[in-house]
């Protein structure tokens, strides 16, 4: 199985934000935002691992500034590590009022898919290896963050989670 | 300002899978899953606070089982903190094939709101006081999901967060 | 085949008005409204049966207050009656503005339901037991609301529906 | 303001059975049909009295034939009958199978419409003046169907409706 | 295979324009109006042809008056000539603003669709006699508007279009 | 005003082909795609004018291969050439089949959008200079284009189109 590198599953995906997408303020809807997201992280797993997917989880995400009505949605996603029979994708999401030519950061955000044999059986999926700066951060904060998911999703004791570990008590050491 | 209790934002919304909130498995996919959630999340903090919300951020989702085409989706949201202007809302969703008489989780999940008044400022939310068993231990938890939110979006260093630390450290005491 | 209660079909829908859903007034339209009702039925009758189930029938229903844009909508729904292999599903509707505080109704309506085998053969529903005293006014009507139905289908002579004829000629006895 | 007749509010909508408008069985859900009349009828009764109305009523459907994926639905809308500042329309609906070369009832039924003023406020609409024989008959029966309304909600007693006790008592007459 | 008239194809479709059919000034957008004229084209060639139809082509369009949200959408569709497997359909589009009384012209377009067995493969179609005057004026530029697709797809040499070159050259006869 | 290049106005649009996009070959429906041309295009657009913007006219779409339930769609826009008050975009479309690793194409299109100030107004927009070969070509091409458009506008008499005539007459010199 070939190795991949991050750009072999870059995914760009435009929108306008439309009436139905808003709330009483005329902004994007974060559900509306959420159900873009994962279409677009969709399209960047199967890039990676060539196979059908399943979201399995969404990490943390905060939603910083409303994208207005009639505003551009500009999402961005990257696979930045797999595991086994997962892959974790980066999100970037920004608006961009193309009249005032002013673009303002919506959010970043992970999603974690599983890619499915046709008989839907988790199935390996090609190694990732990460090439920029930018990149291989991503990928070494990857092992981290799926310590969170697994001790959010009662997988994983705490006191065995190393990685994050270090961040709590480095300032005892 | 009143006192709400958790029952005071009880929030329960049903739904059929329909084919086009489907992937190719046949299974309801993720994003629409979380825009359903959304929406019964803003009117459940809605009930609690009185006045418009915007949803702030989304804690980890992880999606265990998939929901199939044709059955039913129940979400039931209740709010289990409020904050100064911000109210944490506690999902649980799961699945049920009415026809063979078989329920199923799909998952468990936490998004903030905001309050904001009619010029978009946010705005003094009343205090949340638990009642039962389940609501004071999710109160209580509402804490150090908070400070994972901060943390995670860089508004707090880690070794300020106490009630998280105590997670990691304790076997060192 | 073990007999139901209205309490085993119990099920809420609640939405928001978005957008879309409303006319030139910013209100609810009718039709987006019924759709949502005979998802709600289907689900509640759905709960009674334990089968498929498709929309037979649907009785008079009138709007009386308009949900505005915004608002949210309450939709409950319970069977009232089991024919040999239908169903009628009663349902309340309301609106609420949850930052007034005020709740308004919107209308109630009968939906009849025919339960489904996997071949699309009409099947034999269980029989539904009336408890309370609401339930029991229901359970009565439900007869008279079926002759309605079978005479404007023109399925039974209006003389021949002897609960109904009891309504207009009472004075006469 | 001009008398109008029926063929000035002839409306006819044309739709295909999409995926996303079926139930399990692959045949178009009654709540999509009702939101697709409802539309065809706000049309026919805008045509009527030339200003904005909204849904006042809908009488008893019965779904005869289901209306298969991939078939075409016709819609056929007319009004009957204007009373003071309302208007009754009929629909008729069929489904057809261009590629067998079958066309099957759906079903008939009167949506009832109030027409409004800028200000939301009812206002008066033109007097239909019925042509052809079967117009005259839906003519008449509007005033029948309108009993049959105020009774079901509730604003005429049974025994004020000289129309429908006709329909009961003339086998003792 | 019967020869078919234009009268046989005949369509009607009508919508309203709801808020999420439209730009940030209120009027429809050009694709989703080219949306719903591709419905009523698809359904007008299969009245044509009896068979399963998907689009080919669409030739030029050009948008005259926007339609406003509220107003009333007619889409007009008819075959005008039939080739082998192929069809090419007229579609004359028209807003209506009921209140005021008022109707616009949209567009006029041209969709050619081919006609397909169950196995994909193309299908001959049934031959079309025009009939009116309009129906042969649509008839015979078929001709020259199908030569002006095969030379904008490649698939034709500008100096072998007859009819076409007749339109450039004929100043020099 | 300054001028802009090309480049100012790439976009790049990712969208999944769901169930209630497609046919019942199950590949995706003209229409939709054409709908999804435009909103990329309406973007691209907007980014070379930095102004709202209204589709004015759609040049022949030829449908190569179609799009399959499930696939991955591509669309690519780039603004061609700017005329006074208006802006050719070119987009190219592709499907991918990720899991089988193939790319195939769909169509290639050309949509004329007009630059509106708030009050709609036309309004002028910047020169576009194109620096690669490629385009090079679409810019020269972009004027015969227009001829097109406006003889099948009728706006232009086809003796009056220089660039159109050499085509045809060319093997006459």
């Given at each position: 199985m070939?190795?991949k590198?991050?750009?072999?599953?870059y995914?760009m995906?435009?929108e306008i934000v439309?009436p139905?997408?808003?709330?009483?303020?005329?902004?994007?809807m974060?559900?509306?935002?959420?159900y873009?997201?994962?279409?677009?992280?969709?399209?960047?797993?199967?890039?990676h691992c060539?196979?059908?997917?399943?979201?399995?989880?969404?990490?943390?995400?905060?939603?910083?500034?409303?994208?207005?009505?009639g505003n551009?949605v500009?999402?961005?996603a990257?696979?930045?590590?797999?595991?086994?029979?997962?892959?974790e994708?980066?999100?970037?999401?920004?608006?961009?009022?193309l009249t005032?030519?002013?673009?303002?950061?919506?959010?970043?955000a992970?999603?974690?898919?599983?890619?499915?044999d046709?008989n839907?059986?988790p199935?390996?999926?090609p190694t990732?290896?990460?090439?920029s700066e930018?990149?291989?951060?991503?990928?070494e904060?990857?092992l981290?963050?799926?310590?969170?998911?697994?001790i959010?999703?009662?997988?994983?004791?705490?006191?065995?989670?190393?990685?994050l570990r270090?961040?709590?008590?480095?300032?005892?050491?």
């Open positions: 070939p190795e590198r991050p750009a072999d599953s995914t995906m435009t439309l139905n997408d808003t709330n009483v303020f005329g902004n994007l974060g559900g509306r935002l959420m873009w997201m994962d279409i677009a992280a969709a399209i960047s797993s199967q890039k060539n196979s059908a997917v399943v979201t399995a989880s969404v990490d943390n995400i905060s939603f910083e500034n409303p994208i207005k009505l551009t500009h999402i961005e990257k696979v930045t590590r797999a595991f086994t029979t997962s892959m994708v980066h999100l970037k999401v920004w608006g961009e009022d005032q030519q002013f673009k303002y950061k919506s959010n970043e992970y999603y974690t898919f599983v890619a499915l046709p839907s059986k199935k390996t999926v990732l290896i990460p090439e930018e990149e291989k951060l991503l990928y904060g990857a981290r963050r799926r310590q969170v998911r697994l959010l999703g009662g997988k994983m004791d705490p006191k065995d989670a190393q990685e270090a961040l709590f008590i480095k300032d005892k050491l």
